[in-house]
């Protein structure tokens, strides 16, 4: 009996390091202190003639002419926190500002001030991408001018790569209905990319839409992304210069630098905050959210050698 229950106990104690392990090698998607921000800047962000839905979070000088930010905000939020300084013209902040540098305003109501501190750290952004661009867990196929997706496994992340050719070859993205509350992160390639009008709102085979809050695009290897579309999901791409020429970004930007409205169009930004974990690379295991069906499994395995163990 001792002899049946030490190896039931091993079972277990094999069971709950699975478990552990399982969630410690879940794909982990932390944008440390953003929030709920529309964009989180490395250098200079500057706006002509358009507006954020959410909070601009800039490390260097933020430079806006006609530009009116974080339009949903309550009046006591904070809408700008930049470490460099800050030049208004016309245009409306709605909400309080962190200038650690100078305020110049022209044309339009009073600053309000408050202090905020954030950290800026661009090295855990590249090491995101660059981890996500190494962690695909799916294929894609090009099929009468859809990307396809093959999400027929079920998985709480997926993960596919569109290399620059695939990305001039598709109007639009399929997914299964399996994928449906799933995130998705689309690794994108190449160094200068320019995103033109297609169907960004992804799609299930049922043509049931994907909440941009769980899609991602990261633009692991850009040096510059142009936007002149409307993107449906967050835009991951720390080490570029994205320059918005239309349309919008329904999502959460992360960039080197964001520059819109100079070359004559510009690019909105709408808050749809990224479905993000909440942890950090510390290996902590206690919260990252998984598939309902891989907890129901091995739940299932864990209370029947448990049971087993208590017969013993």
């Known amino acids: 009996m001792f002899k049946k229950c030490g190896k039931t ?4 104690t094999a069971l709950s390091l699975y478990l552990i392990a399982f969630i410690a090698h879940a ?3 932390d944008f440390k202190d953003m929030g709920d921000a529309n964009a989180y800047i490395f ?3 500057t706006g002509l003639n358009n507006d954020s839905q959410g909070a601009l979070l800039v490390n260097e000088n933020i430079d806006l002419t006609g530009y009116t930010v974080a339009t949903l905000n309550g009046s006591d939020e904070l809408a700008i926190a930049t470490n460099g300084n ?3 013209n016309g245009g409306d902040v709605n909400g309080l500002v962190s200038v650690a540098g100078t305020a110049t305003i022209n044309n339009t109501n009073e600053l309000r001030s408050t202090s905020s501190n954030y950290e800026f750290d661009k090295n855990h952004f590249q090491k995101l991408s660059t981890n996500l661009s190494i962690s695909t867990n799916t294929i894609n196929t090009v099929k009468w001018s859809e990307l396809l997706i093959d999400t027929s496994t079920s998985r709480y992340t997926y993960i596919t790569n569109i290399d620059s050719n695939q990305l001039f070859n598709f109007n639009s993205v399929k997914t299964s209905e399996l994928a449906l509350g799933a995130r998705i992160v689309f690794n ?3 160094e200068n990319i320019n995103l033109t009008a297609k169907d960004w709102l992804i799609k299930t085979a049922a043509y049931e839409s994907h909440d941009a809050k769980n899609i991602l695009f990261n633009f692991f290897e850009a040096d510059t992304v142009t936007i002149n579309t409307s993107i449906y999901g967050s835009v991951l791409a720390p080490n570029a210069s994205v320059i918005g020429e239309g349309g919008m970004v329904n999502g959460q930007l992360i960039a080197n630098s964001f520059t819109t409205g100079t070359n004559g169009g510009g690019t909105q930004l709408n808050q749809a905050v990224f479905n993000s974990d909440t942890l950090s690379f510390d290996n902590t295991v206690d919260t990252i959210p998984l598939p309902k069906t891989n907890l129901m499994f091995i739940g299932a395995l864990f209370l029947i050698l448990l049971r087993r163990l208590v017969v013993c």
């Open 9 to 12: 106990l091993l079972k277990l």
């Open 43 to 45: 250098s200079e962000f």
């Open 188 to 190: 994108v390639s190449g």
């Open 86 to 88: 800050l030049s208004v």
């Open 27 to 29: 794909t982990v998607i």
